[in-house]
């Protein structure tokens, strides 16, 4: 990881913003929303709180956008990132280090998330099991397209070649005892794999699968990529726009038709997963880029969500390593006899707190720390 003080110059907000977007609610007001309306205990607003939490299977939250997103921004970036480095007079060779050096730290992040790393056990260890690892698989099946395909139709074609081969695999490849086209928890292949190679070294825990699922986390992040390349074209913020926003409209339905042969389920990441959410990606990136490099909003809110979008990795690991939810409950728990159900939301307001002071003083500072 590196610090960088000049990384907001020659920076599009919107990427920034987007990102941070990502982050304002996964790292903590998603779960103060969430603790707030059961704090109601009202039936009516149930539904609100399953958007607000992923759905067991089969189906689709405002809540699991949230890591399709993460994986979508970290391609975003890579045209201007893998452009800025070619014009710096970077090989070909140098370029694959710096891809391989951000894997390998990104894989390795993953594992300390985890939080079994120390253990020095293999029967808590899991070889792959964490959004940074898929962002660094995706990651590198993208760059290894990007740096090895120049034209950019031939790299649009193998980033869907991803998808359909993705889908062909889960659709077509028996599984032992179940068959093929099985999408079930226990019946599909990307499970079966997971199990085959990884062992008791899987991750049994959440339900996700990670190996062959890696094939559809690189389409996400070449979706972010492709993305990206429309914001770098030298055409009109009205045409960008429109772009955007029919190939997000585009991909919403490509996703909504291909769910009818197989389902969008987002814990094996299937192919009409990676179509649906990439479609909700692109509407967000253009909503982003309206109100940002269009319309050049700098307000309070825009400038705190690019805050987070600036340090992203940053703050996802202080609140996923830190226990700030320990030091927040240990600041309020005298509160607890005030606020009755709504305690757990001054908690998560609290620890949400907490991590916007340090990244707010980061900002402030003008610390970056990227990989």
Not at 229 to 241: A, D, F, R, V
Request: aromatic letters at 14%; charged letters at 15%.
């Amino acid at each position: 990881m590196e610090k960088d003080k000049n990384i907001i110059q020659g920076r599009l907000a919107c990427i920034d913003v987007l990102r941070g977007f990502d982050m304002f609610f996964l790292v903590g007001a998603g779960d103060v929303l969430l603790r707030l309306i059961r704090g109601f205990e009202s039936e009516s607003l149930v539904p609100l709180a399953r958007q607000l939490d992923h759905v067991k299977w089969e189906g689709f939250t405002a809540w699991d956008i949230i890591m399709p997103l993460f994986l979508f921004t970290s391609g975003l970036s890579m045209p201007f990132s893998f452009g800025k480095l070619i014009n710096s007079g970077y090989s070909k060779a140098q370029i694959y280090a710096k891809v391989l050096k951000r894997f390998c730290i990104l894989f390795f992040l993953g594992w300390i998330v985890q939080g079994r790393l120390l253990d020095l056990n293999l029967e808590t260890f899991e070889i792959y099991s964490n959004t940074l690892q898929s962002i660094a698989c995706g990651y590198l099946i993208t760059a290894l397209i990007v740096l090895n395909i120049k034209k950019v139709s031939a790299q649009l074609a193998a980033g869907i070649s991803l998808v359909v081969v993705y889908w062909a695999l889960l659709a077509f490849v028996p599984v032992p005892g179940f068959g093929r086209g099985v999408i079930t928890l226990d019946g599909n292949l990307a499970m079966y794999i997971d199990r085959a190679v990884f062992g008791s070294l899987m991750n049994a825990r959440t339900q996700y699968t990670w190996l062959l699922t890696s094939i559809s986390f690189g389409a996400t992040v070449f979706s972010g990529y492709y993305a990206g390349l429309m914001l770098k074209e030298k055409i009109s913020e009205n045409q960008k726009l429109m772009r955007l926003s029919l190939v997000g409209v585009g991909l919403i339905v490509a996703g909504l038709l291909l769910g009818l042969h197989q389902p969008i389920v987002k814990k094996i990441w299937t192919s009409a997963m990676v179509l649906y959410s990439s479609g909700i990606c692109y509407l967000l990136l253009a909503f982003s880029f309206l109100l940002t490099d269009k319309m050049k909003i700098d307000s309070w809110w825009t400038r705190g969500l690019r805050m987070f979008g600036l340090n992203a990795i940053t703050a996802y690991l202080l609140q996923q390593c830190f226990r700030l939810g320990e030091i927040a409950k240990y600041w309020t728990h005298g509160l607890e006899q005030y606020t009755g159900t709504f305690y757990p939301m001054v908690v998560a307001l609290c620890q949400f707190g907490i991590l916007y002071f340090i990244i707010r003083h980061m900002y402030k500072y003008k610390i970056f720390l990227k990989v």
